[in-house]
């Protein structure tokens, strides 16, 4: 199964997060993703102005475990995991600080701490969009309670590492930890009351009380611990919060973030038609001078001249055959695949590749998802929107993640990041004068904005069916105005 959200990440950067699902009974997991993006005319984005390197400049890609799925209450739970796993690490590195023991401690803060953030998450999403309003303060008042539960279990583990055999540094990653989950639960807290306020004010005025109380409550603990908080008047403490925040959310997640080994595909096969195509030359060139030398002789003025002609032919031939060569290479091969591994063992991997298509390559299910409104048709015969296709395949092998991961993972996340500030150096400017009728005056000037749209139509396969979402991109000189979702 393929999931897929896109989102503004910032002002001229645009976020796609594609999770790849592998079916527990399926040994070998076989995904196909594509991304058209339809870019208009004006903005000279081409394969002459626009080359594969300045797209994979612009791409940024990370490859990541999906995080295991717990709710709240059950983290909360200390007979299961995840803090029963968390609470035995800590235990036995007690006991037995090895180098075995240390790193399955730090592995065992880092998954809490990541399943933490994204039950919260979820939890905050669910008591939001619940349609059981009369719940709703019920999931509030769990929410508190299974928080505090949390919290007060993890930090209570701390007597067990605080001993002369545990490392300040070995301490250290308890406190990160420590710091991240009280960052987590403001966060959140504050995002609850927010959404309350904006969709449920009458919960919102309940239960506004009780959730600044426990922001309070953490804001005070990491005053007392001589962590970092929010203060109102100091930008130079702000700043340096913000980064530290950045700096513990890395580590957090960083053991669901799988290695990636990236190479360009086909290389054998490309070096081997090169080959072919300078042998191809070569028998072309010697077949002219064996001819002429067996007509003319060797020291002759015409042999000469075929000597000349047939090596200019000879090197024009071998580029030819070369051009040749990589177009066919190009349909067959991917521009990367990457391996993708955790802990040293692969678990799969993916194949990408971007290409300048034109229009009567483009499937008809494409296009027609693409909508084009008849004025853009009239307009689109005479200037042609150019279309980028992004292809992926990505391969999982199912035992490989069991075997290598304790948690139940569902597969992978793509995140890709596109800056689209090449797109935006040939624009307008985004203000545009409008005139409005004015009895005293005669007009107005009012402001307007000219604004563009870039489309993307995704398309993923599963189980040899093919899925087609439309996304468009509103932006001018200014950024990126917002993402509107067709499906």
Known sequence: MIDENVKIHDQFSLELKVGFVARKKQKINDFAFNIWIFIPNSLDINRFTYTK?????DLTSYIRLITPSYLLRNIADLSTAPFSSLEKSFNTLSVAPTRTNKANYEYQLKMFMSILKSSLREEVSHTISSKLDDDREFLIQSYLANIQKIAGHYRSLQRIVNTPSISNELLDYFLFGDEFMSNLIEFHTFRLIQLLKKSHPQHYERMQGELLALINYEISYKREK???V?????????QELVFRQSMLKKYAESDLFLDVKKRKDGVWVEQILFSLAAGLSMIFATFVAFSFQQKYGNFTMPMFVALVVSYMMKDRIKELMRFYFAHKLNKRYFDHKIKISTHNNEIGWVRESMDFISERNVPFEVLQKRDRSSILEANNRASN????????????????IDANTEYPVAGVNEILRLNISNYIQKMDNAEFPLYYPDEKDGFQIVPGEKIYYLNMILQAKEAEQWDYKRYRIVFNRKGIQKIETFE
């Open 226 to 228: 001589g962590y970092l």
């Open 53 to 57: 390197d300045d797209f994979y400049r």
């Open 385 to 400: 929107e150019r279309i980028i296709l992004y292809r992926t395949l990505m391969q999982l092998n199912r035992e490989s």
């Open 230 to 238: 929010v203060e109102k008047e100091n930008k130079k403490n702000n």
